[in-house]
């Protein structure tokens, strides 16, 4: 695939999450600057359908507000310290826009949008939504992936004229059968598996069907080189760096 990052490839899940508050701008720079070649971030929407960087639905545990994210307007959303829970030298962090994150992409970095399942459960206007994702994201020029665990969001996805990328994330419970059918009807790019009991010959499958495979969340430098002998094409992981200096890997 032109121009895709080769393997193995470290996405760095919401950013450089260990060093840094998940999600905001500081853990996505120090990302791009410890090399990393992909970022993952997980998007909700504001309550007047402004698309915020932020994992949870709830805003407890990593900032100071309160309730869901999509109770509130961007407005307010962005008044709130999304930094001090993490450590005091990042207080006045900000909840970032999706567009914040795509404009410090730097040249050849991709990113992974991830789009929470909540927030598709709860849209009014699908299309609306697909539409403002996809036109935020367009300056990135196809360096995108957008994964989900709601599949019925991936399949409206795949039916766009110029679909993105499509990662399909699964828990471990999901049954392999089913969800090689559902990758290969969707003419998915990848698939996010969590790294918890996957199995060699199941990443073969996968790999026999062509998508490339990249396991979630990974921190554990044994756990990574166990999983790369098994062949998967990298994972994600709060540790930026977790393969620097590593023979034949190269971060750049
Ligand atoms: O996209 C991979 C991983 O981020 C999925 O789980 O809960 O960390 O968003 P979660
Ligand atoms: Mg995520």
């Not at 949870?56 to 869901?68: A, I, P, Q, V």
């Not at 003419?187 to 918890?196: I, V």
Request: hydrophobic share 45%; with cysteine.
């Amino acid at each position: 695939m032109k121009d895709f990052p080769a393997s193995p490839l470290v996405i760095a899940h919401r950013g450089y999450r260990m060093r840094f508050p998940e999600n905001t701008l500081p853990a996505f720079d120090a990302a791009w600057n410890a090399g990393a070649r992909m970022v993952e971030l997980d998007v909700q929407w504001s309550r007047d359908g402004r698309i915020m960087v932020h994992h949870d639905t709830s805003l407890e545990r990593c900032s100071n507000g309160k309730g869901m994210v999509r109770e509130h307007n961007a407005y307010f959303l962005r008044q709130l310290d999304a930094g001090s829970w993490f450590s005091r030298a990042f207080a006045g962090t900000v909840i970032p826009f999706l567009e914040e994150v795509v404009a410090g992409v730097p040249e050849g970095g991709w990113l992974n949008v991830e789009v929470k399942p909540e927030a598709v459960s709860e849209a009014k206007n699908m299309s609306r939504m697909l539409a403002s994702l996809m036109a935020i994201c367009a300056p990135l020029k196809g360096r995108i992936v957008v994964s989900s665990f709601h599949h019925g969001f991936l399949k409206q996805l795949a039916r766009l004229p110029h679909a993105p990328f499509i990662g399909v994330l699964s828990s471990r419970w999901q049954k392999e059968e089913a969800l090689l059918a559902f990758a290969t009807e969707l003419k998915a790019f990848a698939w996010h598996p969590d790294h918890r009991g996957l199995e060699k010959t199941v990443v073969r499958r996968m790999k026999e069907a062509g998508l490339r495979v990249y396991p979630y969340t990974v921190n554990d430098q044994d756990r990574a080189a166990a999983l790369l002998a098994m062949g998967v094409d990298g994972f994600f992981s709060d540790d930026a760096e977790i393969l620097k200096g590593r023979d034949g890997y190269d971060s750049t």
